[in-house]
């Protein structure tokens, strides 16, 4: 089994031991009830298919609180709003991809249309909060994950979506260097120039 393999790991060397005596470590975290456990995220996990560990870890109760970057959330949000990553071929060149309205990130291709999706989905997302309110990270990405949860079917799973359902708070301390901080920040400036607050 996985399981047996990964605790095996502990008793090797360099890399396969540190992910060995991790596994351990973090068993033992998620074991004990007096234990927050507060993941922290960053990398291109949801490109390389990994948002759905995210979603189980949250599921199953294993951690309480993330902490991740804002281009993690961003890229996860993409499929979990029922859009998708594509596989690179290494033969187009960046300025081809970008005429065909694709950015490209390491060897996995988006569509640009897929943040202009995001964008709206945001927007929709915080669109209903009261005018005074202050807007952070936790919030947005818990109200993104409540339209979630009422707008997309029940069979696409998604990480602010099972951390919505599951009351585990999302974080991103540098929320304004992301896509969807850009978002927000545009879209304060719209309310400003129509007279509102942001």
Do not use: W
């Not at 993690?72 to 005429?99: C, I, Q, W």
């Not at 585990?168 to 304004?176: I, S």
């Amino acid at each position: 089994q996985v399981s047996e393999l990964l605790k095996e790991f502990a008793h090797t060397s360099f890399g396969g031991r540190s992910l060995g005596e991790s596994a351990d470590v973090l068993e033992a975290m998620i074991r004990d009830p007096e234990c927050l456990v507060v993941g922290t995220f960053s990398g291109a996990m949801t490109f390389a298919k990994q948002g759905l560990l995210l979603c189980e870890m949250i599921e199953r109760g294993y951690l309480q609180a993330i902490i991740s970057t804002g281009a993690l959330m961003a890229h996860g949000l993409v499929e979990g709003s029922g859009r998708t990553h594509f596989k690179h071929n290494p033969r187009m060149d960046d300025v081809a991809l970008y005429h065909k309205g694709y950015d490209r990130v390491y060897d996995t291709l988006e569509l640009e249309r897929n943040l202009d999706d995001v964008d709206e989905l945001l927007r929709a997302s915080i669109s209903e909060l009261p005018e005074e309110t202050v807007l952070h990270s936790e919030l947005i990405f818990r109200e993104v994950g409540r339209h979630l949860e009422t707008h997309m079917p029940a069979s696409i799973r998604a990480i602010l979506r099972s951390a919505y359902k599951y009351q585990v708070p999302v974080y991103v301390p540098a929320f304004t260097d992301s896509e969807l901080g850009m978002d927000v920040a545009i879209h304060n400036h719209l309310r400003i120039r129509r007279g509102l607050s942001p």
